[in-house]
């Protein structure tokens, strides 16, 4: 429920894996699975489902995550059955019921939480590269997850495509967003893409004698902003150095995006003045 990850049941299999043991038994993997997506989709939205019962009644935030974190479940499991269908260190082997089974486990897991029935030291890397961007975006506001959140995605998406319908505010479901929040989660979403860039570039440095491929340290970095857990095996063999920067952004990851939400809504006062307006070509 709290998405940490950790697993302490015993095994005899040395090269076994976080839950890799348990890939083919649905009870287990079910009750993980939903305990993840309940805590991954923040208490707000769970006491407006059980309040209401109805979607039409349900808060803005609430449609909005419910709407996403299912989407982002169903592409993550889309992408990764397809992607691993032959791959016989992965899902090569199962049945195609069980592959279908264990992709839906891995989006759930693999964009907040961590646990997994798979080595993602033997993923393809096109489903690495794809599993970064769900770890970035993480889980719900108010929730255990991390990242920069599915609220702050879900802001930045309504306004982009309210921009591209010509309409000169961010709205959606009959409701308007304030222009203050936009601003909010386009400087949240801009920051943790540099937090990201530098912790990737750091990497690349200081793991430059050992050569590892640029993917997975790409994949360290996010997962360790995301505070997700995921790892494709690299993190024990990397330098000091490198283990020093990937618990410098694990605390960014988790404590900056609340802060920087918290910090720009304190400062969301009236100016007192406003400069004389000048327009700046784009695109």
Do not use: C
């Amino acid at each position: 429920f709290n998405n940490a990850g950790f697993v302490v049941l015993p095994t005899d299999d040395p090269t076994s894996v976080s839950l890799s043991e348990f890939r083919l038994d649905k009870i287990v993997l079910g009750v993980i699975g939903g305990l993840i997506f309940l805590g991954a989709i923040s208490f707000w939205a769970m006491v407006d489902v059980f309040r209401y019962r109805r979607f039409s009644l349900f808060s803005l935030n609430t449609k909005l995550v419910l709407i996403l974190t299912f989407l982002f479940i169903g592409i993550g499991a889309f992408v990764f059955f397809f992607s691993e269908y032959n791959n016989d260190e992965t899902l090569g082997a199962l049945s195609v019921a069980d592959k279908a089974y264990v992709a839906v486990f891995e989006s759930i897991s693999g964009r907040t939480a961590g646990f997994t029935t798979v080595d993602y030291g033997e993923t393809e890397q096109h489903t690495n590269f794809f599993f970064t961007s769900l770890m970035f975006i993480g889980g719900a506001s108010a929730s255990v997850a991390g990242g920069i959140k599915i609220n702050t995605l879900a802001v930045v998406l309504v306004a982009v495509l309210s921009t591209l319908r010509g309409n000169a505010t961010a709205s959606v479901f009959g409701r308007q967003i304030p222009e203050s929040q936009v601003h909010r989660a386009m400087t949240i979403a801009a920051a943790a893409v540099m937090v990201v860039f530098l912790t990737a570039i750091m990497l690349t440095f200081s793991e430059a004698p050992k050569e590892f491929p640029f993917i997975d340290l790409l994949f360290e970095s996010v997962s360790a902003f995301g505070t997700v857990g995921l790892s494709t095996g690299l993190t024990g063999d990397l330098s000091r150095w490198g283990q020093v920067i990937l618990v410098v952004s694990m605390f960014v990851g988790r404590v900056a995006p609340v802060t920087l939400a918290l910090a720009m809504a304190r400062s969301g006062q009236r100016d007192l003045y406003r400069f004389a307006p000048e327009r700046v070509t784009i695109g």
